[in-house]
């Protein structure tokens, strides 16, 4: 005999989420005079944004629930796959003629990781890629991606706590898998990500209460919004916190590079630039090893590693960021140099600095750490700091060497 339980189950094979029905007053209304969320971008023209309305159902299949954040490309939401019966999100880009081949490159990079048949541990530490459709709007056609909910970013939650550093354990868990990622990306798929920092590492979710309590806050609290004439725009409303949080994951591959060509330009952010992508040497996986190296710092240390900062016009410059490198870690080899298209910006022919370049004293590693002072995994987290943070790209450590360093395996 079949248990009822089952029996509603089977009933519901096949059948759809139907869509919610989300009052449209009251709530609090916005002056139209006032600039919110993605409008306070210096560059910000309205009709570059899809005109998303909350309730609406795009595709016929994902029903709009709530804003969740913005960006100076793009809007995210959460929506109900009516089909799916499942939250995901959605990530709405400016019009596509706004960003030319950016949005074929990211959506290309999430096809060539799909591809990856082989059982890696680092494929479930990427993010994935659901679906992908174009969606027409008043001012023309718009990229959505469609992603599965994740909670906060490590930079929320470093944030949150009040010494502005993650707990060991935290730190130690996060990196293990960010490395497996990495390695799943460098070894099995063949792609750099370039852009690893703590905002692009995110934490699942696995608690579903938190999408429903969503809804009903949607329904019974309208967001705060502003309506004009051709458009309204939301405000944020930020996810509750989860009873049971998921792994982390690496996010966001709008950045990400092909290893399997030879690449010479800009990438990264400023402070976490390698040495050979400032000199002008063509880079590969090996980037994202010094990256993380440097990310590593600010999520540990309370501080970052090199800031760039030039005493003379008060701002970021290469220069400084390479005087910095050298206080920390010595002179580069004339041999790295010499492969540099613009070494001679910065370095004479026998590898010193620049006179004119403003030089910071030298200070090693072991000088500035001071979150493990007296503990026994000083030195283990030294010597696995300096395993990524190497003047030449070929004496830094692989990804998946560095999941399984001592310093993550003892505090994993």
Not at 25 to 47: G, L, M
Not at 161 to 177: E, K, M, S, W, Y
């Amino acid at each position: 005999m079949i248990s009822s339980s089952i029996m509603r189950s089977l009933t519901l094979i096949g059948r759809k989420w139907k869509p919610l029905i989300f009052p449209q007053k009251p709530f609090a209304q916005i002056a139209s005079s006032e600039r919110i969320e993605e409008e306070t971008f210096r560059d910000y023209v309205a009709s570059r944004y899809y005109p998303t309305h909350i309730g609406e159902v795009l595709r016929d299949r994902y029903q709009v629930v709530g804003k969740l954040g913005y960006g100076a490309s793009s809007t995210v939401w959460l929506a109900r796959d009516l089909s799916g019966k499942r939250h995901v999100v959605l990530k709405l880009f400016i019009t596509s003629s706004s960003l030319g081949k950016h949005l074929d490159d990211e959506i290309n990079i999430y096809r060539r990781l799909k591809k990856q048949t082989q059982v890696h541990p680092g494929r479930d530490a990427v993010r994935q890629l659901l679906d992908t459709f174009d969606i027409e709007g008043p001012d023309g056609q718009h990229r959505c991606l469609v992603h599965p909910p994740l909670w906060e970013s490590a930079l929320s939650f470093l944030h949150r706590n009040p010494i502005g550093r993650l707990p060991v354990p935290v730190l130690a868990f996060t990196l293990r898998r960010l490395f497996q990622a990495l390695d799943f990306l460098h070894s099995e798929c063949r792609v750099i990500h370039t852009d690893i920092k703590a905002d692009n590492i995110m934490f699942g979710i696995q608690d579903y209460d938190v999408f429903r309590k969503y809804e009903q806050l949607e329904l019974q609290e309208p967001s705060p919004r502003k309506v004009l004439d051709d458009r309204t725009s939301y405000t944020s409303r930020d996810l509750s916190p989860p009873k049971q949080w998921g792994a982390p994951v690496l996010c966001d591959f709008g950045s990400a590079a092909l290893g399997d060509a030879e690449h010479t330009e800009d990438i990264q952010p400023d402070i976490y630039r390698a040495p050979e992508v400032i000199l002008g040497i063509p880079w590969s996986y090996e980037v994202d090893i010094w990256n993380t190296g440097c990310m590593v710092w600010d999520l540990f240390e309370g501080g970052h590693l090199f800031t760039g900062h030039d005493p003379e016009v008060h701002r970021y410059r290469s220069r400084s960021h390479l005087a910095e490198m050298i206080a920390l870690l010595g002179s580069p080899p004339l041999e790295l140099l010499a492969q540099g298209a613009v070494s001679d910006h910065f370095f004479a022919k026998d590898g010193t600095l620049h006179a004119d370049i403003p030089r910071p004293d030298a200070v090693s590693l072991e000088h500035r750490e001071d979150s493990l002072i007296g503990s026994e995994d000083r030195q283990l987290f030294l010597r696995f700091m300096s395993k990524m943070l190497q003047w030449e790209p070929s004496k830094r450590h692989s990804a998946k060497a560095l999941a399984e360093d001592e310093w993550i395996r003892k505090n994993t």
